[in-house]
């Protein structure tokens, strides 16, 4: 189903490129549901999950960071849901477990998860991990390998 091994890239000089970005990450990604963002703080993992909402037509006033909730669902421009996660502040993976993850990971339905190290072990093994790193000249860099 997916090319073994392959280690895909994809920079981002400036906040203007964002969506075009976005556009050619969710092209490369086809076929993954769950997706965990990782990097630092203020690298820009609800930056780019709120690009990738608008591209697949979420109204962009409904795009926040879930720190508070852990979890918000949008609507796409199709009408399916989408799941936004943020596990800043889980520290014991029971946390996760009680909102539910896995009826959330488990719905075929897109999950895009910043701080998945919080949860690493309740994460499928198909999950896509993605980490941003951020250049001396403020550039993001989103790296992944698909498996």
Same mark, same amino acid.
């Given at each position: 189903m997916f090319a073994s091994g392959m280690e895909h890239s994809i920079k981002i000089s400036s906040l203007s490129g964002i969506d075009q970005a976005a556009r050619e990450f969710l092209q490369e990604t086809e076929g993954y549901t769950v997706i965990a963002f990782y &990097?630092?703080?203020g690298a820009g993992k609800t930056t780019f999950t709120t690009a990738i909402c608008r591209v697949l037509g979420v109204r962009e006033d409904a795009v926040s960071s879930p720190s508070f909730? +852990?979890?918000?669902?949008y609507r796409t421009a199709s009408g399916d849901p989408l799941y936004h996660f943020d596990f800043y502040r889980i520290t014991k993976p029971e946390e &996760?477990?009680? +909102?539910?993850? !896995?009826? !959330?990971?488990?719905?075929?339905?897109?999950?895009? +998860?910043?701080?998945?190290?919080?949860?690493?072990?309740?994460?499928?093994?198909?999950?896509?991990?993605?980490s941003i790193t951020v250049g001396d000249d403020e550039s993001r860099t989103l790296h992944w390998e698909t498996l």
């Open positions: &990097a630092p703080m909730s +852990i979890v918000n669902e &996760a477990l009680d +909102i539910g993850l !896995y009826d !959330y990971l488990d719905s075929g339905f897109p999950c895009i +998860i910043e701080w998945p190290e919080n949860i690493e072990d309740l994460l499928p093994e198909e999950t896509l991990r993605v």
